[in-house]
């Protein structure tokens, strides 16, 4: 079993879906997680890290389930601008990161 | 500021070269890690410097691949005796501070070997 483990996707949802990304992890002393977003090749960037207490950053909203080992991602109001890779990542000595789900909003 | 950078971007060589692949961090960060991204998988860690030293480099797949950082900033990822194998993404990235902390990446070093 992989450490960390995404739905790899195509998510193809319209402009202003609201669309859900979970992540699961195996490592439960994992000690931070993030979500990562990478366009298409290119390096990944920061969107945003997750804490216990849930995080909100405008349309995205990150959650953390310890007891059940699983990052969440909800992005509401979906942009064409929002198609990309999203890697979950989590850090417990190294950083492990997701092989991705792939996002497309369509018009 | 500046961000990560990596160079070259794009790396062409022949299966049996030698190939240096470097990355320079932002500035004052402590942290700098090599990862290796195949296409459709995530970044696969392979080394951690904390300042001139490798303080984890287990994720380095074979002894054909080392790595230094010898003034506690630029790093230089070596790889001997290219393998097919070896084509990848090799992103560099740094943090400020220790492994928990957030990471920047670089562009990356795009390497084929034919």
């Known amino acids: 079993r992989k450490e960390v483990e995404q739905d790899p996707g195509p998510f193809n949802v319209p402009e202003g879906a609201t669309v859900a990304f979970n992540c699961t992890y195996s490592?439960?002393?994992?000690?931070?997680f993030f979500w990562y977003r990478q366009d298409c090749r290119k390096e990944p960037k920061l969107l945003m890290s997750?804490?216990?207490s849930g995080n909100e950053d405008g349309r995205f909203t990150a959650q953390l389930n310890r007891a059940s080992q699983y990052i969440s991602l909800l992005i509401r109001d979906s942009k064409l601008s929002d198609s990309a890779t999203y890697l979950c990542a989590v850090n417990n000595n190294d950083m492990r990161f997701g092989a991705g789900t792939r996002l497309t909003v369509k018009p | 500021g500046a961000g990560v950078s990596q160079t070259p971007s794009n790396k062409v060589t022949e299966k049996g070269k030698y190939v240096e692949l470097r990355c320079d961090p932002i500035?004052?960060?402590?942290?700098l890690y090599w990862y290796r991204q195949s296409l459709g998988q995530g970044p696969e860690f392979l080394i951690y410097?904390?300042?001139?030293?490798?303080?984890?480099d287990s994720g380095l797949p074979n002894d054909r691949f080392f790595a230094v950082r010898p003034e506690g900033s630029v790093s230089t990822l070596k790889i001997q005796r290219t393998e097919r194998g070896d084509s990848a993404v090799y992103l560099c990235?740094?943090?400020?501070?220790?492994?928990?902390?957030?990471?920047?990446f670089g562009p990356g070093t795009r390497l084929t070997v034919l």
């Open positions: 490592n439960s002393a994992s000690q931070s």
């Open positions: 410097f904390q300042g001139t030293g490798a303080a984890d």
């Open positions: 990235a740094s943090s400020a501070a220790g492994k928990t902390d957030t990471q920047y």
């Open positions: 500035s004052g960060h402590t942290a």
């Open positions: 997750v804490y216990s």
